[in-house]
């Protein structure tokens, strides 16, 4: 068998059994540093800096996130060795007690953010897990017999001490809710969750919410016959239509729109988003290019333009400044393109439904939706 094998392997001079190792996932430390590599990059390409250009979305893009990193200490002490071109201010090294971590955001010589939290969450093994293996046995047990059921998580209001949901997999248990005064003096709340698979976290309610609203599989274990509990989508003859939301992307042949990551358009019709966008082509407001829809979602009994306006306003930091010109030769400037992970822009849609909107914001830099 063994001389067989090596047989196989000496005749494969294509290389067909040789596999190629995975490669680790990007950090949030090198999300930066390829950040500032393109920086560089621009500057390599054009002898200058990237200036607020509104005409070219992708420079415009490349000055943000340099003004950014600026009014940054800690992210500039990080990029200090690849600052090349000397973009970056320097700062004065403080006492050697006051070292962290050693890694991009956390490096020797800089002091704590007095906006850090003073906890960080992180998993590790529950110890009297004894507690509540009935609990999660039972849940199980009752969601398996459909005396339970799992629905969409509808926001924060629900997370209390005593409810069960299903978190990244896992059947999640709250098992104390320990009210905390956060620095920028709103109230917040210091979770203690336990896992079905014997660990335990200890996550703030926000910050736990704004996953469940992330993660597909984020959903809250109710009994089946709590009617109050459940959220019903039928519509009835009662119910009034007031138009359409939807999400479109540029099928434009333009580098300058064609090559930007997570760009779409968020805006509302009173008529079927089909028919609305038929002469996309030939219109200043979907860029003179087709475009293909992501997402749509009927209105009843809300304004649309109403629930655009609060969806503009939440991704307003993220808006696509570019100006197009028709086939007249008019000059135009969209303001309903914005750039956002898809995933982002439905989490907001459902946090204005819950009203949990207030007390998040969209961080333009990172891409993500975070903590007011």
């Not at 304004?303 to 808006?319: D, I, V």
């Not at 400037?333 to 459902?350: G, M, S, V, Y």
Request: contains cysteine; proline residues 3%; charged residues 30%.
């Amino acid at each position: 068998m063994e001389d067989w094998l090596k047989d196989i392997i000496a005749s494969d001079t294509l290389g067909l059994l040789k596999t190629k190792p995975k490669s680790a996932a990007p950090t949030a430390d090198d999300h930066l540093l390829s950040k500032f590599k393109q920086i560089n990059d621009f500057f390599d390409k054009h002898g200058r800096e990237p200036q607020e250009n509104r005409g070219n979305p992708i420079e415009l893009m490349r000055s943000k996130c340099l003004e950014s990193i600026r009014a940054n200490e800690q992210h500039c002490r990080a990029l200090e060795q690849h600052d090349i071109h000397g973009f970056l201010p320097r700062f004065e090294e403080v006492a050697e007690s006051e070292v962290v971590d050693d890694n991009i955001f956390n490096l020797k010589h800089v002091q704590k953010s007095p906006e850090m939290p003073d906890v960080i969450a992180r998993r590790k093994k529950c110890s009297d897990f004894h507690l509540y293996e009935s609990i999660f046995d039972q849940a199980q047990h009752d969601l398996d017999n459909k005396v339970k059921v799992s629905i969409q998580f509808s926001g924060e209001q629900n997370i209390t001490t005593g409810m069960m949901f299903i978190f990244r997999g896992l059947l999640t248990y709250v098992a104390s809710s320990e009210a905390k005064k956060q620095i920028k003096g709103k109230t917040n709340a210091r979770l203690r969750l336990i896992f079905s698979n014997g660990t335990e976290s200890n996550m703030l309610l926000r910050s736990f919410a704004r996953e469940l609203y992330r993660n597909d599989l984020g959903r809250r274990v109710v009994d089946a016959n709590d009617q109050s509990s459940l959220i019903h989508y039928t519509v009835t003859e009662d119910d009034q239509e007031s138009g359409y939301i939807y999400i479109l992307k540029s099928l434009s042949d333009e580098p300058e729109i064609r090559d930007i990551s997570h760009l779409y358009k968020i805006g509302y019709s009173t008529t079927p988003v089909k028919q609305r966008i038929a002469n996309a082509k030939n219109e200043p407001t979907y860029l003179m290019a087709p475009v293909q829809i992501v997402s749509e979602y009927d209105c009843y009994n809300v304004k649309a333009n109403k629930f655009e306006g609060l969806l503009h306003t939440f991704f307003g930091n993220a808006c696509l400044e570019v100006k197009v010109a028709d086939h007249k030769g008019q000059v135009h400037t969209p303001r309903e393109w914005f750039i956002a992970p898809l995933d982002c822009i439905k989490q907001a849609t459902q946090m204005i439904i819950t009203g949990d909107i207030v007390n998040y914001r969209y961080d333009a830099i990172r891409q993500e939706i975070v903590e007011r």
